[in-house]
């Protein structure tokens, strides 16, 4: 009997030193060596308070007492010492009291299998190690995931631990009901276990498709970023192009010259012809200092007069922007392009495009105007599509502005799409 209540004491020492390191990991761990050796120190700190309790007051009394003088420090310590958010603690000391129930199941099992009290205590010390390993290595990083992703799953995941604290402490340590036989008492862990899988089924395949439609947009505006580079790189290729020609043009100018000095005037026609057309496929207009916009306008001048829509463009920026050339492209490249689109099949008279960008009172200012033809259906804020692999330009415009702390708003109203964009700037 004295070996067994040896034992028993040294199992109760040893859950706690269990229960506390597996509050430290789910929460988080500690940063540093002080936060470590303060961890460590609480072991026989918590022993020692307890002491007194015993003696005074008996075991009874301080396992009703344990919430007060345990587990509220513990929360107390994680939130404050340790610096971890309140839910994050809260949920953390809960579901390590859980998973301490772990050794104590097999140290029932063991006894009803031989029949003894003494075996189960011994099979509650030989099993706290392996399971406390068991759960570091597997089960804690996850835990931590789980609480951390957002408010939701932190709730979700503290209300099976959550729960069982409150089922256990009120039917077993403050009285006696779970041995009353009382139905209800009985069926009330395997409903909330029920409850717990569907809600946590529930919540996990919603958590999975926003993450999915995360995923998916972000995949796609790097998709729209690689784009507007390579966009970036062929206009400068034109723009070096151009110079070529431009720094060719005596060589034209003497073809040109021998073709009239050897009376062929309609060779030097058709030459000359030639060559405009050439210079003028691959010229960069300009409308305005900035080298970024002039090429990518350019661009769009052309796709517009091929489609013979008009393009109306009023530009006034600097030469330098504290926005990257990049992400300049991507907004201009996306939003005249979504206009482009909207306008190319409608009738003559509502085929164009206005583009305005200016700076004004340190920011930005760009505004697109389109008519469009049938209804747009607008979601926070962003016009969507059922279309395969569109709607993400939108998507992309707002994240880029966003990130800049500035404003975008998209607006169809009496059958016309405008889009305005302020981003705050910064000297250079």
């Given at each position: 009997?004295?070996?067994?209540?040896i034992?028993?004491?040294?199992?109760?020492?040893?859950?706690?030193?269990y229960?506390?390191?597996?509050?430290?990991?789910?929460?988080?761990?500690?940063?540093?060596?002080?936060?470590?050796?303060l961890?460590?120190?609480?072991?026989?700190?918590?022993?020692?308070?307890?002491?007194?309790?015993?003696?005074?007051?008996?075991?009874?009394?301080?396992?009703?007492?344990?919430p007060?003088?345990?587990?509220?420090?513990?929360?107390?310590?994680?939130?404050?010492?340790?610096?971890?958010?309140?839910?994050?603690?809260?949920?953390?000391?809960?579901?390590?009291?859980l998973?301490?129930?772990?050794p104590?199941?097999?140290?029932?099992?063991?006894?009803?299998?031989?029949?003894?009290?003494?075996?189960?205590?011994?099979a509650?010390t030989?099993?706290?190690?392996?399971?406390?390993?068991?759960?570091?290595?597997?089960?804690?990083?996850?835990?931590?995931?789980a609480?951390?992703?957002?408010?939701k799953?932190?709730?979700?995941?503290?209300?099976?631990?959550?729960?069982?604290?409150?089922?256990?402490y009120?039917?077993?340590?403050?009285?006696?009901?779970l041995?009353?036989?009382?139905?209800?008492?009985?069926?009330?862990?395997?409903?909330?276990?029920?409850?717990?899988?569907?809600?946590?089924?529930?919540a996990y395949?919603?958590?999975?498709?926003?993450?999915?439609?995360?995923?998916?947009?972000?995949?796609a505006?790097?998709?729209?970023?690689r784009?507007?580079?390579?966009?970036?790189?062929?206009?400068?290729?034109?723009?070096?192009?151009?110079?070529i020609y431009?720094?060719?043009?005596?060589?034209?100018?003497?073809?040109i010259?021998?073709?009239?000095?050897?009376?062929?005037?309609?060779?030097?026609?058709?030459?000359?012809?030639?060559?405009?057309?050439?210079?003028?496929?691959?010229?960069?207009?300009?409308?305005?200092?900035?080298?970024?916009?002039?090429?990518?306008?350019?661009?769009?001048?052309?796709?517009?007069?091929?489609?013979?829509?008009?393009?109306?463009?009023?530009?006034?920026?600097?030469?330098?922007?504290?926005?990257?050339?990049?992400?300049?492209?991507?907004?201009?490249?996306?939003?005249?392009?979504?206009?482009?689109?909207?306008?190319?099949?409608?009738?003559?008279?509502?085929?164009?495009?206005?583009?305005?960008?200016?700076?004004?009172?340190?920011?930005?200012?760009?505004?697109?105007?389109?008519?469009?033809?049938?209804?747009?259906?607008m979601?926070?804020?962003?016009?969507?599509?059922?279309?395969?692999?569109?709607?993400?330009?939108?998507?992309?415009?707002?994240?880029?502005?966003?990130?800049?702390?500035g404003?975008?708003?998209?607006?169809?109203?009496?059958?016309?799409f405008?889009?305005?964009?302020?981003?705050?700037?910064?000297?250079?």
């Amino acid at each position: 009997m004295k070996l067994l209540t040896i034992l028993s004491v040294f199992n109760y020492g040893l859950v706690l030193i269990y229960g506390l390191f597996l509050s430290v990991f789910i929460a988080g761990g500690w940063d540093n060596g002080k936060q470590r050796g303060l961890v460590i120190a609480l072991c026989p700190a918590f022993i020692l308070i307890q002491i007194p309790f015993w003696l005074l007051l008996g075991e009874d009394t301080v396992k009703k007492l344990y919430p007060l003088i345990v587990h509220l420090p513990l929360i107390l310590i994680l939130i404050f010492p340790l610096k971890k958010p309140v839910g994050v603690s809260v949920v953390s000391v809960l579901t390590a009291y859980l998973c301490c129930q772990l050794p104590h199941w097999g140290s029932v099992a063991v006894s009803a299998v031989l029949g003894s009290t003494l075996a189960g205590e011994v099979a509650y010390t030989l099993l706290i190690a392996p399971l406390f390993f068991l759960l570091l290595r597997y089960f804690v990083k996850p835990a931590h995931s789980a609480m951390t992703y957002s408010g939701k799953s932190l709730l979700l995941f503290g209300s099976l631990p959550g729960v069982y604290y409150l089922f256990d402490y009120a039917t077993t340590i403050y009285s006696d009901s779970l041995y009353a036989g009382i139905p209800a008492l009985n069926e009330l862990i395997p409903t909330a276990l029920i409850l717990f899988y569907l809600l946590f089924l529930t919540a996990y395949h919603h958590e999975t498709q926003e993450r999915t439609k995360a995923e998916l947009q972000s995949s796609a505006q790097v998709a729209l970023f690689r784009q507007a580079q390579k966009e970036m790189e062929a206009l400068r290729q034109t723009q070096v192009q151009t110079a070529i020609y431009r720094h060719d043009m005596r060589h034209h100018l003497n073809v040109i010259d021998s073709f009239l000095a050897t009376g062929q005037p309609e060779q030097a026609l058709a030459y000359i012809r030639k060559t405009r057309e050439n210079i003028t496929s691959i010229s960069v207009k300009q409308f305005c200092d900035n080298e970024t916009v002039n090429l990518i306008c350019s661009s769009f001048a052309n796709k517009a007069a091929h489609l013979e829509v008009e393009l109306t463009i009023r530009a006034r920026l600097p030469e330098v922007l504290s926005i990257s050339d990049t992400e300049l492209c991507a907004i201009l490249s996306n939003g005249l392009e979504n206009a482009l689109n909207a306008v190319a099949h409608l009738d003559d008279a509502a085929r164009w495009i206005k583009l305005y960008c200016d700076v004004k009172c340190s920011q930005l200012l760009i505004e697109i105007e389109n008519p469009y033809a049938g209804s747009i259906t607008m979601e926070n804020g962003l016009p969507v599509t059922t279309e395969a692999g569109h709607g993400y330009g939108c998507r992309s415009i707002r994240a880029i502005v966003l990130q800049y702390g500035g404003l975008c708003t998209f607006s169809p109203e009496n059958g016309i799409f405008d889009l305005q964009i302020a981003l705050p700037l910064f000297p250079v």
